[in-house]
């Protein structure tokens, strides 16, 4: 089949959960045969423009891992990136003819209802309600909200990646929806060199947190929490700005104010390795998810969890991590003090975390789940 993907930001790239997925699906799609084009955004990496990389600085197209990517014109700016690039994603995918669009995202949702009136086959996967983020004005949250409605009333198909968000679109559209929870792979641990060196870190010596720092992720409950915590374990924050300078600005000087607290900014490679790899626990305590990919990694490479308990968060660590209530900065407090106090309960979910979490997704099950979908005439939904 010809398949396009329109709604990541960039492919290679670690700029957000979306890319991860974009680009686990089109490689392997392309690895078995497919003919697979991946629109990118043109601009900076949302980190800052220096963690721009190669797809960053190219405006020509490239091939990565069999997968045919076209970088296209894009307005940067708060709400616009994802607007102007998929519009003009959507003309160029238009004029190619593939035999099916495959949406990501919300906000380049909204663009589905041009390929829809063409006759091309489209599916769209909602990563996550996007309208109810904070970070956004009254107009970006009413065109993400408008990308929801064009999908739920136009696409062929519609993916989501909770259960929850499924009854919702039902609820709210009367739309059935396909759950297709997204996939990992058993990453193995290695040992804490690159962040010895940076910032004096250990194994088991830190509480990590590892994502954008934007207010949904809700890194101010956890700074809040640790900072009443009797504890020499430090606590790490590692991600960058996304759209949210504002929020970052105020998580950094809250961070100043306690020693233990360190900022890494945006991170990848092997210090992300090695941060995931070393971690005494991982907490994510976000009031508003989709399927968090920052969760199934750190799971995959063994690590003890802490979550809030949204069920985009609870459906995915299920008994093998614990959880808190969402926004409830006591309960965190409590929970992140009895794991400081009893080692052995950390010592159990990490050595159960892995096993459970590669078991229970798998991306190439997730392929074969969206191949089928691409080609299927049925309207039976799981």
């Known amino acids: 089949m010809k398949i396009a993907f329109i709604g990541h930001k960039r492919i290679p790239s670690r700029e957000g959960g979306i890319e991860i997925v974009v680009d686990e699906l089109a490689t392997r799609m392309a690895a078995r045969g497919e003919q697979v084009v991946a629109y990118n955004r043109k601009g900076h990496n949302v980190a800052g423009a220096e963690f721009d990389n190669e797809t960053n600085a190219t405006d020509k197209p490239f091939t990565y891992k069999g997968v045919h990517v ?45 390929a829809h009136w ?27 909200k408008f990308g929801e409605r064009t999908a739920a009333k136009c696409a062929d198909e519609v993916i989501v990646l909770s259960r929850n968000v499924q009854q919702y679109f039902r609820d709210t559209y009367g739309r059935e929806t396909r759950f297709i929870p997204n996939g990992i792979e058993r990453n193995e641990q290695i040992p804490a060199r690159v962040i010895a060196e940076k910032y004096g870190l250990e194994k088991n010596g830190y509480v990590l947190f590892l994502g954008r720092i934007v207010p949904e992720k809700g890194v101010h409950y956890l700074v809040e929490a ?56 991982y907490v994510l305590p976000s009031d508003l998810e989709g399927m968090p990919m920052s969760l199934l990694e750190a799971m995959s490479f063994g690590c003890c969890c802490l979550t809030s308990d949204i069920p985009e968060c609870a459906e995915v660590v299920g008994d093998y991590g614990m959880t808190f209530r969402k926004g409830d900065v006591r309960d965190l407090a409590d929970k992140l003090q009895d794991l400081l106090t009893n080692p052995e309960n950390v010592q159990r979910f990490q050595s159960q975390a892995s096993d459970y979490i590669t078991s229970k997704f798998s991306w190439e099950s997730v392929v074969d789940q969206t191949l089928a979908l691409y080609s299927s005439s049925s309207k039976e939904v799981n």
Do not use: C
């Not at 006759?119 to 109810?132: A, E, M, Y």
């Not at 900072?227 to 809250?254: C, F, M, N, P, W």
């Not at 233990?260 to 070393?278: D, H, M, P």
């Open 226 to 281: 640790f900072r009443q915590l009797d504890t020499d374990k430090k606590l790490v924050i590692a991600g960058g700005a996304s759209d949210s300078h504002e929020y970052y600005a105020r998580i950094r000087e809250a961070a100043a104010e306690d020693p233990r607290i360190v900022l890494t900014g945006f991170t990848q490679g092997e210090e992300l390795a090695e941060l995931y790899s070393n971690a005494y626990v």
């Open 70 to 114: 076209i970088p296209v014109p894009t307005f940067e700016g708060k709400g616009l990136a994802a607007l102007s690039s998929s519009f003009t994603a959507t003309l160029k995918a238009i004029i190619a003819r593939p035999d099916v669009i495959h949406y990501h995202a919300e906000g380049p949702s909204a663009m589905l209802r041009l």
């Open 118 to 144: 063409m006759g091309i086959r489209t599916v769209s996967t909602i990563h996550g309600l996007d309208w109810q983020r904070a970070k956004w004005g009254r107009f970006a949250s009413w065109h993400l």
